[in-house]
Nanobody, 115 residues
């Protein structure tokens, strides 16, 4: 069983940056991919970014050029670097791994973009 522990997030002004972390732990766990989702109040959870085992990245259109997903294999940790943040990026962000039905999820972290 994979456990995912998220950190980062918080309150930032429009145009600012945040980095979310997602540390994986568990017996014989070695992350090879990761996805980040977000859920804003009253909205469905949406995929924000994904990095595949082949190290290919995918982003939802609204964050392309502003967000960057990466993995640190040595630390078994995934990251979501978020730059040029906008108020519409406000949501609870979740990481998930492995990318299969029933995969583990992080506990969620609030990101609020507001002046």
């Amino acid at each position: 069983q994979v456990q995912l522990l998220q950190s980062g997030g918080g309150l930032v002004q429009p145009g600012g940056s945040l980095r979310l972390s997602c540390a994986a732990s568990g017996s014989s766990v070695s992350i090879t991919a990761m996805a980040w989702y977000r859920q804003a109040p009253g909205k469905e959870r949406e995929l924000v970014a994904l990095i595949s085992p082949a190290n290919r990245t995918t982003y939802t259109a609204s964050v392309k050029g502003r967000f960057s997903i990466s993995l640190d294999y040595a630390k078994n940790t995934g990251y979501l670097q978020m730059d040029s943040l906008k108020p519409e990026d406000t949501a609870v962000y979740f990481c998930t791994y492995p990318l299969v039905p029933g995969g583990s999820w992080g506990q969620g972290t609030q990101v609020t973009v507001s002046s």
